[in-house]
């Protein structure tokens, strides 16, 4: 068996020294030596979207994802979503909207909807579903998904917010 690398690397905020094995995924790190669930493990091939996370502050499957390669980097999960007061706007979209159904897509839904509208505060539904195309879910027909993105990155403004994925 291969030598185990270690490397630091900082998952919501909080720094990781650990040793893994050079073929261990970023999504067997975070669900089972971080023991982060929410992450999903869909298709493991990088095509549903269920396994996304932010990586230094880009979308990343992170089934595709040694962690070997992130020694250094910055990972958000869905877990940084909701702070000490509550939902993250996103996440209250989601539920006020009728964005999920059985929720296995919805962790990569929005991890993909907080990176979206950082770069879009306010994007047309034209823009969610161009930016949200490569996440798949089998339940909902979409339309809920992207009125919950629309309608989160509304209350965003009208809130004045920085939609950061991330709480404070």
């Known amino acids: 068996m291969p030598e185990k690398v270690r490397i630091t690397v900082t998952v919501n905020g909080t ?11 970023l999504v067997d790190l975070l669900r089972d ?8 493990i869909g ?11 932010r990586v230094d502050g880009r979308p990343a499957r992170s089934c595709l994802m040694f962690a ?15 702070g000490p007061d509550g939902l993250h706007p996103v996440q209250k979209a989601f539920a006020e909207n009728h964005g999920l159904q ?5 962790p990569g839904m929005l991890m993909a909807a907080c990176e979206l509208l950082e770069r879009v505060p306010v994007p047309a539904p034209e823009d969610v579903r161009e930016s949200l195309g490569g996440n798949l879910c089998r ?8 009125r919950s ?3 989160a990155g509304a209350a965003l403004a009208a809130a004045d917010q920085v939609p950061s994925g991330v709480q404070a």
């Open 139 to 146: 339940c909902t027909g979409y339309q809920n998904i992207v």
């Open 102 to 106: 059985c929720g296995f897509c919805t």
């Open 68 to 82: 070997a390669q992130l020694d250094g980097c910055e990972v958000t999960t869905v877990e940084s979503l909701a």
């Open 15 to 25: 720094a990781h020294d650990v040793l893994v094995e050079p073929r261990t995924l």
């Open 33 to 40: 030596t971080l023991q982060l669930p929410g992450t999903h």
């Open 43 to 53: 298709c493991e091939q990088g095509v549903c979207g269920a396994c996304t996370v």
């Open 149 to 151: 993105v629309c309608a």
